[in-house]
């Protein structure tokens, strides 16, 4: 063989090795253990029994498994229908040419990113508490009739939770929806305009179709995120699901699961089916965005 | 015809590979060299992990002094303080998964009865039962604080306190209204007596004062309510058991304290600043106080001292339990440590030490569950800040009438299904306002039906856990 092909044929192995090498054993290797995992009841290494599909099955019929689904996706449908829409209301409103300081309102909106989710979650922790928490006590003082003891993280906690990821989120997704509208076409924006069509035509016709794919994006992102969600809920909520599990996401789920009770093949169950979500909503998307392109 | 000479030039490494390849195999190979002729960098002696910073302090000396009895490099003591979530995560790998663990161990509760869960052969902490009755040991602690940590049938720890439950309350206020507590000896009475304090201070309509920090969402204290009533959540067998006419009662009059008219609750969470200025401003009269709070109000809230005193819990009934139990400690020897002898030696050397009891005392308020520490004086002194009351003296003398509790690894489980039990019937009350606990208990016992089946569901999914035979 020839030096060039043996070049050819042995290079990428070796510059991709470093990393294949870090992949099979923190990722694909973990990811087989927890498939078999999914089919087992252990407790340490040498207590293990096959259950077949047992923890597939209990997970069917757990009520306390389809509460959290209920709640990761009643947060993932206020990440859709309230903070991409709060982004992109931010992103017009800053898109504008004749707004000044536009760039210290771009960087105020966006700065709640560059802090932590846990950080988020202990600051909203004291903001949403009765009595003396700023939101209670402000709107006290502004409402007499407010009730200082009005429950946010007790009976509100998924409205609570979508207000803070509000806070966190809408400004990175701002950032998104800006460059998309970078992007929309100037001329077809002045065409319509000069055939007469309205902010709100302008918008819905031109400036929509122009973002689609970005938007598209910027869901599918929102989605996943969503459903991966744990710190923000686990901090606000004081490492619990919250009053009544309220607050217990698909993932606090697996993590309480898998490494307070110690049930490692349930937990990895919930993994799987969890995984499978979130494929189903990529393939979803990937496919929705397919036809757009095909017409 | 003979095939023409052909110079052939020398294979170079460059050859086979890149020299950018060669760069990534060099760096993997020197990498990996370093890694493994790293050396570990284990320290001699024994390891001892602990979770909280005051007893850190508190065992400096009587770890000092077994260092200094034993030279042998071995048998130091190597005590080092981890946060409590950090103590769990790596108990929870010890016993899942076999990693790395220290000799001895201080653990929570909640946290020890999950290593519980699997055979009993597979708990990774010593058996000390034949130790403890060799030695007469059982008879020296307080018999309801071995409870926790005795797994079917076999004790697995030293019990590190008691941490019975009083009452701590703003006597400043309660006094300065000429109410005389010593007329309380039930809930009921509570309520008739301090009822008078809750008020409306600043007029806009809405009680500023109530009588007690409870909420339905503070586990640890409804627990300790429920075992101050005589709850038990699992029977001698091991099987759930909360399905019962008595937490039907109980969670059922907890209601009616935090909703309705004869409210007299309000929520104040410990270990938080709102909390904390509520105590302060007076916001709440009385807090369910076990031994270790009362010194974190010491140590944290120095703004109330003097203004606090200490009284029996309230009874659910004439003549009934006039304490509870709030948490819990205990030492364990891990199964990994070489020489559990010495580690059995050390351990019986910190919890029998009258120097730790005092530190501990002096530090947390927190008494010792041997019992022949409890005549020494430093319990039996004044207290200034809870207004001259002798408070080791009034937490030993409720020490022996704590609940026993159950070790079960399932405990955390069976409480987290108790308070939605809880939050659904104060729901319920207040989409029918309904108020009278009476007229609460059945939809309480439904509940309750309903949270026994599906624990009854997940308990018996664990097939490597196998509770006592039946007696």
Known sequence: MKPTRLHAAWAPWVFTAPFLLLFLLFTAWPLLQSLVLAFQQTFGPRSTRFVGFDNFAFLLRDPLFWQAVRNTVIYTAGAIFVQLPVALGLALLLNRPQLRGRALFRLIFFSPSLVGLVFVGLMFHLMFQKHTGLINAGLHTLFSSWDPEFAWLDAYIMPSLIIASVWLYAGFNMIYFLAALQNVNRELMEAAEIDGAGPWARFRHVVLPEIRPVAGFVVLLSVIGSFQLFELPWVLLNNSGGPGNNGLTIVMYLFQTGFLTGDLGYASAIGWVLGLILVGAAWAQARAARKEISG | ?471
């Open chain 2, 1 to 471: 015809m003979p095939r023409p000479f052909r110079l052939r030039r020398r294979p170079t490494p460059t050859s086979f590979l890149p020299t950018g390849a060669w760069i990534v195999v060099l760096v993997g190979v020197v990498s990996s060299a370093v890694f493994l002729s790293w050396p570990p960098t284990e320290r001699p002696g024994r390891e001892f992990w602990i979770f909280s910073n005051q007893r850190l302090t508190d065992y400096e000396s009587a770890i000092a002094d077994w260092n200094r009895d034993h030279p042998d490099a071995r048998d130091q003591i190597n005590i080092t303080l981890l946060h409590l979530s950090a103590l769990e995560r790596r108990m929870m790998a010890a016993a899942t998964a076999d990693a790395p663990i220290a000799d001895l161990v201080e653990g929570e509760r909640d946290l020890v009865a999950r290593v519980f869960a699997g055979p009993i052969e597979e708990v990774g902490f010593v058996d000390l039962t034949d130790r403890i009755a060799a030695e007469n040991l059982l008879d020296q602690f307080n018999a309801p604080s071995l409870s926790p940590w005795i797994s079917r049938g076999r004790i697995f720890g030293l019990p590190h306190d008691v941490h019975p439950c009083l009452l701590g309350y703003r006597s400043d206020i309660v006094e300065a209204a000429g109410i005389d507590v010593s007329q309380i000896e039930t809930w009921d009475d509570f309520y008739r007596v301090l009822g008078p304090l809750i008020a409306d201070l600043d007029g806009d309509g809405r009680p500023d004062r109530y009588l007690l920090n409870y909420w339905e969402n503070q586990r640890d204290q409804t627990q300790a309510l429920l075992l101050q009533a005589g709850s038990q959540f699992f029977d001698d067998a091991g099987h759930v058991t909360v399905d019962h006419a008595l937490n039907a009662r109980v969670l059922a009059r907890l209601v009616t304290w935090v909703t309705g008219p004869n409210r007299f609750c309000v929520d104040a969470p410990e270990f938080t600043a709102g909390g904390d200025q509520m105590r302060l401003e007076g916001t709440v009269i009385a807090s369910i106080m076990p031994d270790w709070l009362a010194g974190t109000w010491k140590n944290y809230i120095p703004g109330l001292a003097g203004k606090v005193k200490l009284m029996r819990l309230p009874a659910w009934e004439p003549g009934g339990r006039r304490t509870s139990v709030w948490g819990g400690t205990c030492l364990s020897i891990t199964t990994t440590a070489p020489d559990p002898e010495k580690s059995w030696a050390f351990a019986k050397h910190l919890y029998f030490s009258p120097q730790v009891a005092e530190g501990l005392f002096r530090s947390t308020a927190t008494i010792s569950p041997v019992k022949a520490m409890w005549s020494r004086p430093f319990y039996h002194e004044p207290d200034p800040f809870f207004s001259g009351q002798k408070v080791g003296a009034r937490y030993i003398r409720e020490a022996p009438f704590v609940p026993e509790r159950a070790s079960s690894p399932f405990n955390t489980m069976v409480m987290d299904r108790l308070m939605v039990v809880l939050i659904d019937l104060k729901a319920h009350a207040l989409e029918h306002q309904r108020f009278d606990p009476i007229a609460l208990e059945p939809e309480a016992r439904r509940l309750l039906a309903a949270a026994q089946a599906d624990l009854e569901a997940r308990v018996g999914r664990n097939v490597l856990y196998r509770p006592p035979p039946s007696p």
